[in-house]
Structures are given as structure tokens and as C-alpha cells.
């Protein structure tokens, strides 16, 4: 089994540019995560999706942050006007629902897409 | 809200011996999960072990264990036999049970392995 996908791994973009991360959740995962990692805040949480319904949102920066989940295959993470503060790994990690009155596995990392912004 | 602590930035230890790494946390929910995680140098994030907050005997698989102390809200990692193999970044991370859930992380012990 593939684990998660995420595209691409690294992105540089300059500073007021647009950025999307891909994310592929494991084949059968319902939940989606999207974290990010910097050397000062360490691991933070961003949103995530079950089922591709959005659930919580509320670690995103509102503005400029978006994220969507089309179909069961699929995760974007949209970054627009991107500042050099944005400059993180974006982690996408997906879980299994066990079926056990919707308790979910622990969750599974992709490799992460480092962003530079310049 | 939750709030994981992990205090040991650094730790260095021989091989083939056995390692704490310490995981203390906080939180209003009266059940909930524990984990750790391992980042090796690549940056790659793997899942280790999990405890159940319901649960009373203390989690292992292969050579990670834990000692969970729920009155004083710890939880800590214990690799035996440690291997070279083993350097990497710990995170220790918790949510909440009942669906799929934030995972809320500590900022992570680095645990190098002298051979």
C-alpha cells in the first residue's frame, strides 16, 4: 500500500505569489489532516476533513489560507498572496474509521512539501 | 484545550541500552489518546505506539513501551535495545476519542544514539 502522497516536495515561491499543495490520503482513509512544521511553533494543526466534509478549520490563517477536498482521492491546500512567514513543511496526514461508533486509527504523515517563500 | 509537554530537548545515550524520554500533558477531556511519533533525518513522520486513556496496562510494541502515570497526566517512551537506527526527533502528541480528531504535539526530544 502507497502511504500518503503529497505534491510537490518542495516549492519556492516569491513573496505576494500563489501556492497549492497536493495532498493523496491513503486508499480508504476518510480523515484528513493538514499540519505545519517550523523550527519556532514546532507541529501545528491547520483543518482537516472526514468523509471530504470540512470539520475544523480553525488553525488556518484566515486570509490568505483554503483548503478543499474535491473527492476521497484528493486534498488541496491553497496559500494566496504567500509571505515569507508562510515558510514551513505542510504535512498531510489521513486516519482510518474503524467503524467502531466513528472512532478513528491513528494518523498516517506524508513526507510534507517544504514552501520557501523568498 | 490540550497541551502537550515535553521538556528533554536532547538526549544522548549509548547503543544497545535503554532510553525515557519524558511526555507530561494537559487536558479537560475524559478520554482520550496518547501517541508518539518518530521524524527520522528525512523528515519522514512515523507512527510508533498509542495508549488509551481508558486503559490501565501500559502500551509496547516491539521495542517501544510506555509508562503511562494518568494522575500525573505522563506519559513516557521507553525504547530498549536501542540501535543506531533509533536517532531521530520524538514527538509525543494526544486527542481527543470519539471520531477523527486535531492531533495536539509536544515540541519534540532529539534522541541521539552513540554507537
Known amino acids: 500500500n502507497a502511504g500518503v502522497i503529497q505534491t510537490p516536495r518542495h516549492k519556492v515561491t516569491g513573496k505576494g505569489q500563489e501556492a497549492t499543495l497536493w495532498c493523496e490520503p491513503i486508499?480508504?482513509?476518510?480523515?484528513v489532516f493538514w499540519y505545519r512544521q517550523t523550527i519556532v511553533q514546532g507541529l501545528e494543526f491547520l483543518t482537516y476533513f472526514r468523509n471530504q466534509a470540512p470539520i475544523d478549520d480553525s488553525g488556518m490563517p484566515k486570509e490568505r489560507f483554503s483548503a478543499q477536498m474535491p473527492n476521497q482521492s484528493h486534498s488541496t491546500l491553497k496559500i494566496q498572496s504567500t509571505q515569507p512567514q508562510d515558510s514551513a513543511v505542510y504535512l498531510c496526514?489521513?486516519?482510518?474509521?474503524?467503524?467502531?461508533?466513528?472512532?478513528?486509527?491513528?494518523?498516517?504523515f506524508g513526507p510534507g512539501t517544504r514552501l520557501t517563500v523568498l | 484545550a490540550q497541551k502537550v509537554t515535553q521538556t528533554q530537548t536532547s538526549i544522548s545515550v549509548m547503543e544497545k541500552t535503554t532510553v525515557t524520554m519524558d511526555c507530561v500533558y494537559e487536558t479537560q477531556d475524559s478520554s482520550y489518546f496518547l501517541f508518539w511519533y518518530k521524524q527520522t533525518a528525512s523528515g519522514e513522520i512515523v507512527f510508533l505506539i498509542r495508549?488509551?486513556?481508558?486503559?490501565?496496562e501500559n502500551a509496547t510494541v516491539g521495542h517501544y513501551s510506555l509508562n503511562f502515570q494518568k494522575p500525573k497526566s505522563s506519559i513516557g517512551l521507553i525504547i530498549t535495545a536501542t540501535q543506531i537506527e533509533d536517532s531521530a526527533v520524538y514527538f509525543c502528541a494526544m486527542r481527543r476519542t470519539g471520531g477523527a480528531d486535531r492531533l495536539t504535539f509536544g515540541k519534540g526530544t532529539q534522541l541521539i544514539i552513540q554507537p
Open positions: 496526514a489521513s486516519s482510518l474509521d474503524l467503524g467502531l461508533g466513528g472512532n478513528y486509527a491513528e494518523q498516517f
Open positions: 495508549q488509551d486513556s481508558y486503559k490501565k
Open positions: 486508499s480508504g482513509h476518510s480523515a
